[in-house]
């Protein structure tokens, strides 16, 4: 099994600050990478999908890079509404996929 | 706008079944671009994939469950389904029912999600 390594598992950030989340896989999984939203109660909610695509409807501020093994997230311009847990997950082996452990964005 | 909806109970005790339901209004299950998939989330833990499946029936599951999980599809109703055998307490989770993107370039990203249905398994 392909499995996914998240780091932070949590950070503490400011409005307007760049929030950097990584994430590393234990094989190559190419760009088959999206990341994901959670707020307390809700669903999540995608927010980058084959790594670097923008999923529609989502502020720009989100980004997303990387390939192979190494893939990270950054919010720019960090907003109270971004507080929230973020998951990265593997789709190399579409349908089956796998989610890193996750990280929680809090408010310094 | 597709939705979907959960359904199914919110108690089981250990060493049952568990059966869920999910609904898709706003579109068609038999659309061959997507995968219907269920992923759960613990109380206070992560998300964790856990099967899918397409409108032929073709599914797919983790391996860790796999002898005891079965997903179905039925295109006329428009619904999809999960049922897990033996469950212990360890099944105990919040079980999303989702819709996974099959394109080659976007392949796996699960872009509708339903509300979620909470399971305990207890005594």
């Known amino acids: 099994d392909i499995q996914m390594t998240q780091s932070p598992s949590s950070l503490s950030a400011s409005v307007g600050d760049r929030v950097t989340i990584t994430c590393r896989a234990s094989q190559s999984i190419n760009r088959n990478l999206n990341w994901y939203q959670q707020k307390p109660g809700k669903a999540p909610k995608l927010l980058i999908y084959?790594?670097?695509s923008l999923q529609s409807g989502v502020p720009s501020r989100f980004s997303g890079s990387g390939s192979g093994t190494d893939f990270t997230l950054t919010i720019n311009n960090l907003q109270p509404e971004d507080f929230a847990t973020y998951y990265c997950?593997?789709?190399?082996?579409?349908?089956?996929?796998?989610f890193g452990q996750g990280t929680k964005v809090e408010i310094k | 706008q597709l939705l979907l909806q959960e359904s199914g109970p919110g108690l089981v005790k250990p060493s049952e079944t568990l059966s869920l339901s999910c609904t898709v209004s706003?579109?068609?299950?038999?659309?061959?671009?997507?995968?219907w998939g269920w992923i759960r989330q613990p109380p206070g833990q992560g998300l964790e994939w856990i099967a899918s499946?397409?409108?032929?029936?073709?599914?797919h599951y983790v391996p860790s469950l796999r002898s005891r999980l079965t997903v179905s599809v039925d295109t006329s109703q428009n619904q999809f389904s999960l049922k897990v055998n033996s469950v212990t307490v360890a099944d105990t989770a919040l079980y999303y029912c989702?819709?996974?993107?099959?394109?080659?370039?976007?392949?796996?990203?699960?872009?509708?999600w339903g509300q979620g249905t909470m399971v305990i398994v207890s005594s």
């Open positions: 499946i397409d409108y032929s029936g073709t599914s």
């Open positions: 084959a790594a670097s």
């Open positions: 989702v819709r996974q993107r099959r394109a080659i370039n976007e392949r796996g990203a699960v872009d509708i």
């Open positions: 997950q593997q789709s190399y082996n579409n349908p089956r996929g796998t």
């Open positions: 706003g579109g068609s299950i038999s659309s061959g671009v997507y995968f």
